[in-house]
């Protein structure tokens, strides 16, 4: 554990196989021919970066920081781990393992964009510097640590966004999760990228996240009959009184709803269903929601909740709701927040119109909007599957290249001039322009002058020549923050809770223009370069590249 200029101690990844044998064989072969040719110690700066938004999108959301600086600060190799490597490499001489035994981080310097953060392609998320063989260690990690969180953090603001800022959003993915580390990691990403709450018990315990949950359709189908519920009294919410027999109570306000014939025409609703919720009920009179869905809907679980519900109303609690995880969501919703509205008026039960209603059932970006355009009336929703496994995209894309050794650029190049790398150290700074929207990321050399508010700056395409613009901007924030200094003494930024990282969150995806975050074409959002820049990086690219000879 590493405290690293600040009084504040950090502690290890959340997940314990994140260490630094996390990695990929190819880093400690490299790490091991940096050392035999005595390259290991060359100072070398890595961006982190992806190269497309996800989903169709233009953004992404940056999250995965946080547990990058938790393993930099305790990346150390075990004996046992070095005995591993013996294993795993027997050529490699002995000097290089005494080397790995004596490896830590105190040398490398992380400078990173806050997490959190909207951020879009080829601008670096992460930039690491240090002697080369330990960074090179850190790049499959940190792309591990860093894919996965940014992408499920985007795919669960996009479902904040379809579904509106007055939507509760439930992450309901654990089961379907890639795995445990997948779970608990969606369920901390999720909160991130804007939903309420979690039914992943364990993430609650890590991370705060507030926990929801009411039960299956196994515990309405394990109930047969009354009898099923030994103890049938409950005490009024100000425990001024006891009801001896609240399930004699939920029946009488069985036949009082169907006297007012709320339901249509109906018979006998599901006797062993209305025991479920009664049994449920008195398990947790402040919390009563019901899942209503086992049998009929219409002819049994909504007339069985609202008995159940009147029932608590009268000792003085509220019922929470219903939720629905099956048939037509948004028909189901409207006749449902009819029934309640009825009840409201026809019994003077003040506030049981608002009765809220949770949807489930294989919800989606897509199938939200759709209940949107078709008018539901549901209040929450719980989402699982498509969520936490980003089912409409696999994986974020991100890539760890070297970009300066010993304070020489490097370029990567490609015939696919996605893949071109923009070389050297860089600051990164957002403009703002008049109406407070962000209008361009701009990358500079280090050594260039910082734009500034009112000052006309000529923001280039990296690789096209005819894409360029002036932007005065009104306001500039520069991005890369030092997130780890090494042995710097350069102020280190304090990792912010998962909450400030949340706010943090929310208020960028307000700050963006609209158009850039429509689900159908959005507009992109300019990434650029200096003009500087821009002329060195063709300089570089002509230097690097082959001439070709023609016979």
């Known amino acids: 554990m590493e405290t690293n200029g600040s009084t504040e101690k950090i502690m290890g990844p959340t997940n314990p196989m994140v260490t630094p044998l996390l990695t990929d064989l190819y880093q400690f072969t490299m790490a091991y021919a940096y050392w035999k040719a005595n390259k290991h110690l060359d100072r070398a700066v890595f961006d982190l970066y992806f190269r497309k938004n996800p989903f169709g999108g233009e953004y992404t959301v940056f999250a995965g920081l946080e547990e990058c600086i938790h393993l930099i600060a305790n990346f150390k190799l075990s004996h046992d781990d070095i005995s591993y490597l013996r294993t795993a490499m027997p050529l490699c001489e002995e000097g290089f393992f005494n080397y790995l035994e004596e490896l830590n981080c105190k040398d490398v310097e992380v400078y990173a964009i806050p997490e959190g953060s909207v951020v879009f392609p080829k601008v670096p998320l992460i930039r690491v510097e240090g002697p080369v063989a330990v960074v090179q260690l850190l790049e499959t990690p940190f792309v591990n640590l860093v894919n996965y969180a940014s992408l499920v953090t985007t795919n669960a603001a996009r479902h904040r966004l379809v579904s509106g800022k007055d939507k509760v959003l439930m992450e309901f993915g654990l089961r379907r999760a890639q795995g445990p580390d997948g779970g608990i990691s969606a369920s901390k990403y999720c909160y991130i990228g804007g939903f309420d709450a979690t039914s992943n018990v364990m993430a609650g315990k890590l991370f705060g996240i507030p926990l929801r949950g009411t039960h299956s359709h196994a515990f309405v189908s394990s109930y047969m009959s009354p009898d099923d519920i030994p103890d049938k009294t409950l005490k009024s919410k100000d425990g001024s009184t006891t009801c001896n027999d609240f399930l004699s109570l939920c029946q009488n306000w069985l036949k009082n709803i169907q006297t007012v014939k709320l339901f249509g025409v109906f018979g006998e609703t599901n006797q062993s269903e209305l025991t ?176 500034k508010e009112g000052e006309r700056i000529l923001c280039r395409h990296p690789f096209i020549e005819s894409k360029r613009a002036y932007v005065v901007p009104q306001r500039v924030d520069e991005l890369l923050k030092c997130y780890w200094p090494g042995n710097s003494n350069k102020h280190r930024e304090e990792l912010p809770s998962l909450d400030k990282i949340k706010n943090h969150c929310i208020h960028q995806l307000e700050q963006m223009r609209r158009d850039h975050m429509r689900r159908l074409n959005p507009t992109p959002y300019k990434v650029s370069v200096s003009a500087k820049l821009y002329d060195f990086i063709h300089f570089l690219w002509l230097n690097e590249a082959p001439v070709g000879e023609l016979q």
């Open 276 to 451: 479920a919720f009664i049994s449920y009920a008195l398990a947790f009179p402040n919390n009563f929601l019901a899942l209503v869905d086992t049998y009929d809907v219409m002819r049994s679980g909504l007339p069985n909740f609202c008995a159940v519900a009147l029932a608590l109303n009268s000792l003085g609690y509220k019922a929470t709701g219903i939720r629905l995880d099956s048939g037509d969501l948004a028909y189901l919703s409207v006749q449902a927040r009819k029934i309640f509205n009825i009840i409201e008026t026809e019994f003077q039960i003040t506030g049981f119109g608002k009765t809220a209603i949770t949807a489930s059932n294989d919800l989606n970006e897509e199938t939200i909007d759709a209940l949107n355009k078709q008018g539901h009336e549901m209040d929450a929703f719980g989402i699982g599957t498509y969520l936490v496994t980003c089912y409409a995209q696999a994986a974020l894309g991100c890539v760890f290249k070297l970009v300066e050794i010993n304070n020489q650029p490097r370029i990567k190049l490609s015939e696919d001039i996605a893949k071109v790398s923009i070389p050297c150290k860089k600051r990164i700074f957002r403009l703002y322009g008049k109406e407070g929207y962000p209008l361009v990321d701009i990358m500079t050399r280090e050594n260039e002058p910082t734009p």
